[in-house]
T-cell receptor
Framework: AQSVTQPDIHITVSEGASLELRCNYSYGATPYLFWYVQSPGQGLQLLLK??????LVQGIKGFEAEFKRSQSSFNLRKPSVHWSDAAEYFCAVGGPGNTGKLIFGQGTTLQVKP | NAGVTQTPKFQVLKTGQSMTLQCAQDMNHEYMSWYRQDPGMGLRLIHYSVGAGITDQGEVPNGYNVSRSTTEDFPLRLLSAAPSQTSVYFC????????????FGEGSWLTVV
């Protein structure tokens, strides 16, 4: 079955600390992988995406993610978290053709301590 | 979220009422889809379309109807609203080519009482 798992429902980090949000997927075909961020009451903003090529992907707001096929993972990282990064983060997987048919993880809520 | 417009942004319905959530995009995208977001469950695909006149069901289609008469519009109809349909609804569109962005609308908050 196709699925995305974000093992951490809620994470709290101190401002300035590093961050890693985990994402594991199960997908039969070549996965196209995405990370989105959502602030309360807002829509989804794309942080980064992986389609092919370099497995380390750079995104907006200083985020990066690494695709590891052997581990079926696409973890999101940021070296130094800012208070404005507090939000909910979603990992999603789609298939070839970029059809907009995405499978989302349950989301990870990030809280940033001052 | 440039290019994908959802209306209304907020709506309160009574159980049994019907309504249509509108979604329009001006990017000439062939693919459009509807998702619902519920706490702890991420976003789940309701219906999607690969072009005008072509629609198909996603993961949670029951209670919803869609049609795609034009490339630009992809309305989502709630036939007889139920409290279980209280959710946030997102419309998305994409051009269907590898590497291109999937654009999401800003969401429609629906409460069924």
């Amino acid at each position: 079955a196709q699925s995305v798992t974000q093992p951490d429902i809620h994470i709290t980090v101190s401002e300035g600390a590093s961050l890693e949000l985990r994402c594991n997927y199960s997908y039969g075909a070549t996965p196209y992988l995405f990370w989105y961020v959502q602030s309360p009451g807002q829509g989804l903003q794309l942080l980064l995406k992986y389609f092919s090529g370099d497995t380390l992907v750079q995104g907006i707001k200083g985020f990066e993610a690494e695709f590891k096929r052997s581990q079926s993972s696409f973890n999101l990282r940021k070296p130094s978290v800012h208070w404005s990064d507090a939000a909910e983060y979603f990992c999603a997987v789609g298939g070839p053709g970029n059809t907009g048919k995405l499978i989302f993880g349950q989301g990870t809520t990030l809280q940033v301590k001052p | 979220n440039a290019g994908v417009t959802q209306t209304p942004k907020f709506q309160v319905l009574k159980t049994g009422q019907s309504m249509t959530l509108q979604c329009a995009q001006d990017m000439n995208h062939e693919y459009m889809s509807w998702y619902r977001q519920d706490p702890g469950m991420g976003l789940r695909l309701i219906h999607y379309s690969v072009g005008a006149g072509i629609t198909d069901q996603g993961e949670v289609p029951n209670g919803y109807n869609v049609s795609r008469s034009t490339t630009e519009d992809f309305p989502l109809r709630l036939l007889s609203a139920a409290p279980s349909q209280t959710s946030v609804y997102f419309c998305a569109s994409s051009i269907g080519q590898s590497g291109n962005t999937i654009y999401f609308g800003e969401g429609s908050w629906l409460t069924v009482v």
